[in-house]
Structures are given as structure tokens and as C-alpha cells.
């Protein structure tokens, strides 16, 4: 072969080789309320794990304040996905006909606690008292009422005060402004710490409530089918990840770096959520466990006028609605 025919081989050669470039990643915006916590852990073991590479989803995490204000911004199209809002906000968007769908549920039984101050020993003792929670009409509203029905103590026999997260809810609890709160772990061991009593688990008397979903609105999931279906996916491995005790270190050290929380305390909130059971193992959404939630909110004059059923919060094509 030539030299000339060399290099006409050559040309022919290079012609033909072509070079694709890899698929980039989807960037989706996940909606978390206040700062990284506990509530979003199985999001940060995805990122960590390489669960959301391997999904090629490139998320970009945006703390909200508030459960309401995380809500308003899925519907007004600021957000792609709510990674973790109570399920009461979807409710809410759904009865206002903003059609979001619940991709999965994130806490089934919650792991929130009630506490006082040292001198409260136990729910009687909050008549005529000031308790500080999170809404009006949130899940903690919910919860609250159905702590004081056991109790036999009716609205009007003590004061609330809203204050929308759980850091600054312990906050007013230290200070002395209220007499009682529900705080979430970690902020739950460190009021305890502190000398603040737990009066009650909230599991023991909202155990068939659903607490918090992962959500997004109708038309983002018919947009993106198989987005919402790999993060549905992805959700599950961070689960059964979480639960596999031999990963409790790293999953410990995955929180702490985000949130930059005491390691004790992160320690202590993984086997208290551990324990609980509060991820769901399961990734059908309870229509029993919605129904029961929809009734608790019309308990406290939530959803007056409004029929809504547990199948208008979930996409059949996406989410199994189990009995």
C-alpha cells in the first residue's frame, strides 16, 4: 500500500468514526423546607451514593422556610419536585384545584414528640398553657387535635401560637415565650438535653396519619414519566439503604456533613427514626392512611366544603394506591 493510499484510507477511517457525547444529567429543582435535616436524609444518601447518577438526575436542593411556602413554590412552577412536605400541603393544593400528585410517601409514622417545660408533667397539665406549632391548619394542628381529644381538652382551654419550623419552634420553647411544642429529632433530644420533658409520642395517637410525600404537580410528572418514575425508584434504594444496619456509621456521616449537626444527636435520630420505622418500606401511598388524614383535617374546620378522595392525590400511571 502507498503512501497515497494510505492516507485516502485514513480519510475514509476518520469520516466514519464519530464520538457521541455523554448524556448530561437532568437537573431537577427538590424543594426541602427550612435546612438540611433528617426529613430529607434518604435525598442526601442518593446524592452520596450515586443513586440520583445512576438515575441521571442532577438535583439542585432549595430550602423554603415554611411547609406552605414549599407548596406555593411547586405550584407556581418555582420547583420541579417537593423532595419532603406534609402530606396535609398536597391536600391543600389538590382541594384548591392546583392538581398535585403525591410521588411517594417519606414519613408514614412520625417521630415527632411533644415536650414541655419541666414543670408540665403530662398533657392535662397544658390546659390554660401556651403551645407554639408549626400552622393553623398544618400537620402539627392535626396532630395536636388528636392528642387533646384523647385527653379530653377542647379548643379554648389553651393558647397557640404558630411558628412555622421546628429550630425556631425550640427556639421559642428555650426561651420561655411558650410551655410547649412538637419538635422533631434532632431538635427533640437537644430540648431534652435542656431539661424539657416529653409528654407524649405523637405515633401513640396519630399512628394511621400519613405525615410527609414527596410531590409534584400533574404536569410535570406527564412532562417527565420516567424522571418522576427513577426518582420514585431512587427513594426506595435510599430506604432500604437506610435500614440495612451495616450502613448505620456512613449513614450517620452522610447527615452530619450536610447539616453539620453534633454526631451524638444525628446518632441518636437514626435510631429513633430506625426504630419508629418512620420511612416507609413500601412505595404504594395507603388510601386508607389518605382517608384518615383527610377526615383529621376536616376534624379541625380544615377542607369545609370540600370532597376530596385519596384517589385524585396520587398519578395511577405512577403510584400504586394500596388499600
Given at each position: 500500500?502507498?503512501?497515497?493510499?494510505?492516507?485516502?484510507?485514513?480519510?475514509?477511517?476518520?469520516?466514519?468514526?464519530?464520538?457521541?457525547?455523554?448524556?448530561?444529567?437532568?437537573?431537577?429543582?427538590?424543594?426541602?423546607?427550612?435546612?438540611?435535616?433528617?426529613s430529607s436524609w434518604l435525598y442526601y444518601i442518593a446524592q452520596a451514593k450515586g443513586f440520583f447518577a445512576d438515575a441521571g438526575i442532577d438535583p439542585d436542593f432549595v430550602y423554603v422556610p415554611s411547609a406552605p411556602g414549599l407548596m406555593q413554590q411547586l405550584v407556581a412552577?418555582?420547583?420541579?419536585?417537593?423532595?419532603?412536605?406534609?402530606?396535609?400541603?398536597?391536600?391543600?393544593?389538590?382541594?384548591?384545584?392546583?392538581?398535585?400528585?403525591?410521588?411517594?410517601?417519606?414519613?408514614?409514622?412520625?417521630?415527632?414528640?411533644?415536650?414541655?417545660?419541666?414543670?408540665?408533667?403530662?398533657?392535662?397539665?397544658?390546659?390554660?398553657?401556651?403551645?407554639?406549632?408549626?400552622?393553623?391548619?398544618?400537620?402539627?394542628?392535626?396532630?395536636?387535635?388528636?392528642?387533646?381529644?384523647?385527653?379530653?381538652?377542647?379548643?379554648?382551654?389553651?393558647?397557640?401560637?404558630?411558628?412555622?419550623?421546628?429550630?425556631?419552634?425550640?427556639?421559642?420553647?428555650?426561651?420561655?415565650?411558650?410551655?410547649?411544642?412538637?419538635?422533631?429529632?434532632?431538635?427533640?433530644?437537644?430540648?431534652?438535653?435542656?431539661?424539657?420533658?416529653?409528654?407524649?409520642?405523637?405515633?401513640?395517637?396519630?399512628?394511621d396519619l400519613p405525615f410527609a410525600s414527596a410531590d409534584a404537580t400533574s404536569a410535570w410528572i406527564d412532562e417527565h414519566p420516567e424522571t418522576a418514575k427513577k426518582l420514585v425508584h431512587l427513594l426506595d434504594q435510599s430506604i432500604a439503604w437506610f435500614y440495612d444496619e451495616?450502613?448505620?456509621?456512613?449513614?450517620?456521616?452522610?447527615?452530619?456533613?450536610?447539616?453539620?449537626?453534633?454526631?451524638?444527636?444525628?446518632?441518636?435520630?437514626?435510631?429513633?427514626?430506625?426504630?419508629?420505622?418512620?420511612?416507609?418500606?413500601?412505595?404504594?401511598?395507603?388510601?386508607?392512611?389518605?382517608?384518615?388524614?383527610?377526615?383529621?383535617?376536616?376534624?379541625?374546620?380544615?377542607?369545609?366544603?370540600?370532597?376530596?378522595?385519596?384517589?385524585?392525590?396520587?398519578?395511577?400511571?405512577?403510584?400504586?394506591?394500596?388499600?
Amino acid at each position: 500500500m502507498n503512501a497515497r493510499t494510505l492516507a485516502l484510507w485514513a480519510a475514509v477511517c476518520a469520516a466514519n468514526f464519530v464520538t457521541f457525547p455523554a448524556q448530561a444529567a437532568e437537573k431537577i429543582s427538590i424543594g426541602i423546607i427550612g435546612s438540611p435535616g433528617a426529613s430529607s436524609w434518604l435525598y442526601y444518601i442518593a446524592q452520596a451514593k450515586g443513586f440520583f447518577a445512576d438515575a441521571g438526575i442532577d438535583p439542585d436542593f432549595v430550602y423554603v422556610p415554611s411547609a406552605p411556602g414549599l407548596m406555593q413554590q411547586l405550584v407556581a412552577g418555582s420547583l420541579d419536585v417537593v423532595g419532603v412536605d406534609g402530606t396535609v400541603e398536597a391536600i391543600h393544593a389538590d382541594a384548591a384545584g392546583a392538581k398535585v400528585a403525591i410521588l411517594r410517601n417519606i414519613s408514614g409514622k412520625t417521630a415527632y414528640e411533644l415536650l414541655a417545660k419541666p414543670s408540665i408533667k403530662s398533657v392535662e397539665d397544658l390546659k390554660g398553657k401556651k403551645i407554639c406549632i408549626g400552622g393553623s391548619k398544618d400537620i402539627n394542628r392535626v396532630y395536636l387535635e388528636r392528642v387533646m381529644r384523647a385527653k379530653g381538652i377542647k379548643d379554648g382551654q389553651y393558647d397557640l401560637i404558630i411558628v412555622p419550623n421546628t429550630a425556631e419552634r425550640l427556639a421559642a420553647l428555650k426561651s420561655g415565650a411558650v410551655d410547649a411544642t412538637m419538635l422533631l429529632p434532632p431538635e427533640s433530644f437537644v430540648a431534652k438535653q435542656d431539661g424539657f420533658r416529653n409528654i407524649a409520642w405523637i405515633k401513640d395517637y396519630a399512628g394511621d396519619l400519613p405525615f410527609a410525600s414527596a410531590d409534584a404537580t400533574s404536569a410535570w410528572i406527564d412532562e417527565h414519566p420516567e424522571t418522576a418514575k427513577k426518582l420514585v425508584h431512587l427513594l426506595d434504594q435510599s430506604i432500604a439503604w437506610f435500614y440495612d444496619e451495616k450502613n448505620r456509621d456512613e449513614a450517620i456521616a452522610i447527615l452530619v456533613k450536610v447539616s453539620h449537626a453534633d454526631r451524638a444527636l444525628v446518632a441518636q435520630t437514626y435510631d429513633v427514626i430506625n426504630k419508629v420505622g418512620m420511612f416507609p418500606k413500601s412505595n404504594a401511598v395507603s388510601r386508607a392512611g389518605l382517608q384518615h388524614l383527610i377526615d383529621a383535617m376536616k376534624s379541625i374546620g380544615d377542607l369545609q366544603g370540600v370532597a376530596i378522595s385519596p384517589s385524585e392525590l396520587v398519578d395511577a400511571k405512577l403510584t400504586a394506591l394500596a388499600p
